[in-house]
């Protein structure tokens, strides 16, 4: 009678990606996650294939810092990334995130992709978009689809984009600095 429903992560971090690459210009990325573990790895290769798809030229670094609330370690790993060039930073910190922001906001011509929630507010000048997972969207379908008899048990299913689960932030406050053609 169980129920399965996984996230498809990799459609918002794809999305990601793709803003990375074209907002670039030194074709040079970052990538800054927590913990090496699977479902953080599906989000970095999806951002990395939509970043190669939007621009082949990008180079994009990566690094886990081991820890998704060290703020100091956030910070320092984005440092490192801006230092080598990178000026686009794509972040999966949970609690260490403001030190990517800092970092980023400390780093004029450098912008900032957060992830899970909307994140804007902690960098909002230099914040592209955050790649969403719809967590709450994803247990209210459940919900909703199970009590309408759409979904049962034994079985598992795929919720991204179409579904609701998945997606990125609006805008905000960096919408007049990307490209029409980009947004589309």
Known sequence: NMIGIDLMNEQSAYLGGIL??????????GAIGGIDFPYLLRWNEAFKLGAVTQNPNVTIFEVFTGSWDDVSKGYEATRGQIDSGADVIWQYLDLGAPGAANAVKES????LISNTNDQSFLAPEVTLTSALQGIENLIVRGIEELEAGRISGG?????????????ITPYHQTEGMIPADLKA
């Not at 990375?20 to 990325?29: E, L, Q, R, V």
């Not at 079985?155 to 997606?167: C, L, M, P, T």
């Open 155 to 167: 079985n598992f299913y795929r919720w991204g984009i179409k579904e609701g689960a998945a997606g």
């Open 108 to 111: 004029p011509g450098v912008w």
């Open 20 to 29: 990375a690459a074209g907002m670039t210009k030194t074709n040079k990325i």
